[in-house]
């Protein structure tokens, strides 16, 4: 398998360059998880890094490469984003906290 260099920024990883395993299509993940184990043997933190283009297109709309930026909240997102699809539950939402739709 190919891997490519590729640079984090934020996080606890600011300023690595880490290799990371491309896919089929010659492009790493989009999102990149690490696992951190937690010193006392509780379930592992994970930080989540979200893959951005590198700078912007040079003269010739060559692409020039990939970085990852540190993404705080963790959100797993990459879920498809169909028109007729459920909107995304709040972790703290209960069903019937929205505005009240019951006729009077």
Known sequence: MKSQNTPFVGGPLDGRVLPVL?????HPPKVYRVPVPDAAGASPAVLVYRRVQAGPSGRFGL???WK?????EGDPGGRPRWPWSKPRRTPGATPGDGPDTAPE
């Open 68 to 72: 990852y930026e540190y993404d705080p």
């Open 22 to 26: 491309l896919g089929v299509t010659g």
């Open 63 to 65: 692409h020039p490469g």
